[in-house]
């Protein structure tokens, strides 16, 4: 009985780690992805100091978004935000302490976001304003930042007496980031424009917020979809992937692209930015669908189509990531932008898609318009290549960061007269040889 009553102990436990669902962020794909706070302290003024603090976006192809990013903190002592330039807070706080001049914010704990394009130059500093926007570091490094200037006071005066803020948190818009303690590290150095001089901050620390897309949303946010030219079959995306319409419980919680009262939804004054998809079997805001479309003798071809099923968003700086083991031998693409990413190092079976500049890089919200595509004219490796057992459809797909649920291996399209011969059972087998000998002794 100890036996048995262990061996159960020891089930238990492994059915349970199986089943659990981590919430740490780690993505396999970047595995050092990650948005990176800096607070560099530049100059100190009678009762605090002046800070440039910016957030570099490390994550190869996650970005931020409209309507932005908020970032929050908790004070250490009784800071207060004298003044702000290219960011503000969203709350003041009260500051009836304050004789004459008044504060920006006297909040314990401000959130900050950012200011809009076309604020007043007076306003900006460098990386600011952009409505809250960070672009991706591979997609576009260019725009992979954003700062504001902020002048605190009741801070000290000296990097002794200064205290360094707790409690950072990250939504961007939502939920997803969490962020670690502030570390106090060697300040920055700054290169003048003319590359002859180098400055520094006084006094500089670090915050580092990785995602989890868990934590981001309880549901997935996009699917996949798969065909061939050698089979008829279309696979859809799993029915209920992102959600089921429920008009009883949920009314409204998606909308028939032939009713009348499509317009009225779209316009309605709740938030733009919760998602009004189309009514499909599987509710999910984006799908993917990849399709084998051509074989030649040397090489074969596929076709991507993002189609955007949300009625109420515009995606805009897009990205695809996919992976397959033929992208190393990926010949031509067509429409689309494209980066090799290794996260195993040696292997070559990840890439970035995006769409090009002014042509397709806006993906419009849901009807006529709501699709990009684009074809990936691939070389066959004769060590590796086939159409067997599902290996010309991709093993993972990410749209904006997100990792799409893919249709269950035993749905994919296989090749004529082999799926029937794939899925046979031994226990069919046995049982298709016991009804034959019984045929054949009936009939002799």
């Not at 100059?43 to 931020?64: C, E, L």
């Not at 949303?217 to 209920?240: E, G």
């Amino acid at each position: 009985m100890a036996k048995i009553s262990s061996l159960t102990i020891l089930l238990v436990f492994l059915l349970s780690c199986s089943s659990f669902i981590s919430t740490e962020a780690y993505d396999a794909l970047d595995p050092n992805g990650n948005i990176t706070i800096k607070w560099d302290i530049m100059s100190w003024t009678p009762d605090g100091y002046v800070a440039v603090v910016t957030m570099y976006n490390f994550q190869k192809y996650r970005h931020i978004q409209a309507p932005g990013w908020t970032l929050g903190w908790t004070w250490a002592k009784k800071e207060v935000i004298w003044s702000m330039m290219g960011g503000q807070t969203t709350e003041q706080g009260d500051c009836s302490r304050f004789k004459g001049n008044i504060p920006h914010c006297c909040k314990k704990d401000p959130k900050v976001v950012d200011l809009m394009p076309g604020t007043p130059y007076n306003q900006q500093i460098a990386n600011c304003c952009k409505g809250g926007v960070i672009n991706s570091w591979v997609q576009d490094p260019a725009n992979a930042a954003s700062s504001f200037q902020l002048s605190v006071g009741s801070a000290g005066t000296t990097n002794k007496t200064v205290r360094v803020p707790k409690n950072f948190t990250l939504k961007a818009p939502g939920p997803g980031y969490t962020c670690g303690p502030a570390k106090i590290v060697r300040p920055s150095k700054f290169v003048t424009a003319d590359q002859r001089r180098i400055t520094q901050a006084l006094m500089t620390w670090n915050v580092t917020c990785t995602y989890s897309q868990f934590l981001a949303q309880k549901t997935p946010t996009c699917c996949v979809s798969l065909s061939s030219f050698y089979n008829s079959t279309i696979v859809p995306c799993p029915t209920c992937t992102c959600g089921c319409q429920n008009n009883l419980t949920q009314p409204g919680s998606c909308v028939d692209p032939n009713s009348p009262y499509l317009a009225s939804a779209v316009s309605s004054g709740k938030n733009i930015y919760t998602p009004l998809v189309q009514c499909t079997t599987h509710m999910c805001p984006i799908r993917v669908h990849w399709h084998v479309k051509l074989n030649y003798k040397e090489y074969w071809r596929v076709k991507i189509t993002i189609t955007n099923f949300n009625y109420r968003m515009n995606y805009t700086q897009w990205n695809l990531v996919v992976q397959h083991p033929n992208f190393d031998n990926l010949t031509q693409i067509f429409s689309f932008n494209y980066k090799s990413l290794t996260p195993y190092t040696a292997i070559n079976d990840t890439a970035m898609l995006w769409g090009v500049k002014f042509y397709n890089d806006l993906l419009m919200q849901a009807g006529p318009l709501g699709n990009v595509q684009s074809e990936l004219l691939f070389q066959k490796d004769k060590s590796t290549f086939s159409f067997e057992k599902g290996w010309a459809f991709p093993r993972r797909i990410y749209f904006n960061g997100d990792n799409c649920v893919m249709p269950p291996p035993d749905a994919y399209p296989w090749l004529p007269n082999t799926s029937s011969q794939l899925f046979v059972s031994p226990l069919c087998s046995v049982m298709t040889i016991l009804a034959s000998l019984v045929f054949l002794l009936a009939n002799t």
